[in-house]
C-alpha cells in the first residue's frame, strides 16, 4: 500500500551544522509530497512541498527535492538554527485517493 | 482569519464518559480530516468526510464516531473513553486532497484516567 518511510531520531545538532532528514515513499500512482513542522505544544504546519518529478520545494531555508528514480524526499538545511528545533513529518497525497499519509516524525534538537 | 480551531484544549476524561471534541474551519474546504498522535508517535488517521454529510473510516477508527452536517464543522465522538485513547487529537481541512496542504488545529489533548 501507499506510504511513507521517514528516518528516525531523535536527530541533535549543533548550530549552523547541515542537516538532512530522509524520507522515501510508495505510492501506487503518482503523489504529491509534503514536508511538514511541529513545533513545541502546536500543530502541523506546511513547510514546502513539491507535486511532481524533479520538482524542488524550498521553504525558510529547508529544500527537498521530489526524486522519482530513487522515491525519496529528503529534507536538508545547510546551517541550522536553535529555532528550528521542531519535530518533521513527511507526506504524501495522491490525486486517485482521499487520504494523505505521514511518516512517523523526526524529532530535531538543535543546541547553541 | 481564525483558519481551523478545535475545542477544547484540554481534557481528563474517567474511563466510561463519552465527549465530542469541536473542529471548526472557516476556509470553506470539503474535506476534513481527524488524527491522533500519541507520544513520540507520528500521526494516524480516524476518520475524514469529503463533504457534508459524507464521511469514512481511517485507519483507526474503532471507538470513536464522526458528522458532517455543515461544511464547517466536523466534530468527534468519543463513546466510554478508554485508557487507550489517551492522545492529543488534531483535527485538519484540506480544499481537496491530491497536491492540496492540510491546515490544522492547534490539537485537543486527552487524558482517560
Known amino acids: 500500500g501507499d506510504s511513507v518511510t521517514q528516518m528516525e531520531g531523535p536527530v541533535t545538532l549543533s548550530e549552523e551544522a547541515c542537516l538532512t532528514i530522509?524520507?522515501?515513499?510508495?505510492?501506487?500512482?503518482?503523489?504529491?509530497l509534503f514536508w511538514y513542522v511541529q513545533y513545541p505544544g502546536e500543530g502541523l504546519q506546511l513547510l514546502l512541498k513539491?507535486?511532481?518529478?524533479?520538482d524542488k520545494g524550498s521553504n525558510k531555508g529547508f529544500e527537498a527535492t521530489y526524486r522519482k528514480e530513487t522515491t525519496s524526499f529528503h529534507l536538508e538545511k545547510g546551517s541550522v538554527q536553535v529555532s528550528d528545533s521542531a519535530v518533521y513529518f513527511c507526506?504524501?497525497?495522491?490525486?486517485?485517493?482521499?487520504?494523505?499519509?505521514f511518516g512517523t516524525g523526526t524529532s530535531l534538537t538543535v543546541i547553541p | 482569519n481564525a483558519g481551523v480551531t478545535q475545542t477544547p484544549k484540554f481534557r481528563i476524561l474517567k474511563i466510561g464518559q463519552s465527549m465530542t471534541l469541536q473542529c471548526t474551519q472557516d476556509?470553506?474546504?470539503?474535506?476534513m480530516y481527524w488524527y491522533r498522535q500519541d507520544p513520540g508517535m507520528g500521526l494516524k488517521l480516524i476518520y475524514y468526510?469529503?463533504?457534508?454529510?459524507?464521511?469514512d473510516k481511517g485507519e483507526v477508527p474503532n471507538g470513536y464516531n464522526v458528522s458532517r452536517s455543515t461544511t464547517e464543522d466536523f466534530p468527534l465522538r468519543l463513546e466510554l473513553a478508554a485508557p487507550s485513547q489517551t492522545s492529543v487529537y488534531f483535527c485538519?481541512?484540506?480544499?481537496?486532497?491530491?497536491?492540496?496542504?492540510?491546515?490544522f488545529g492547534p490539537g485537543t489533548r486527552l487524558t482517560v484516567t
Open positions: 507526506a504524501l497525497s495522491l490525486s486517485t485517493g482521499n487520504q494523505f499519509y
Open positions: 513539491a507535486t511532481k518529478a524533479d
Open positions: 468526510s469529503v463533504g457534508a454529510g459524507i464521511t
Open positions: 485538519a481541512s484540506s480544499p481537496k486532497a491530491d497536491y492540496y496542504e492540510q491546515y
Open positions: 530522509n524520507c522515501t515513499y510508495t505510492a501506487t500512482g503518482y503523489p504529491s
Open positions: 476556509m470553506n474546504h470539503n474535506y
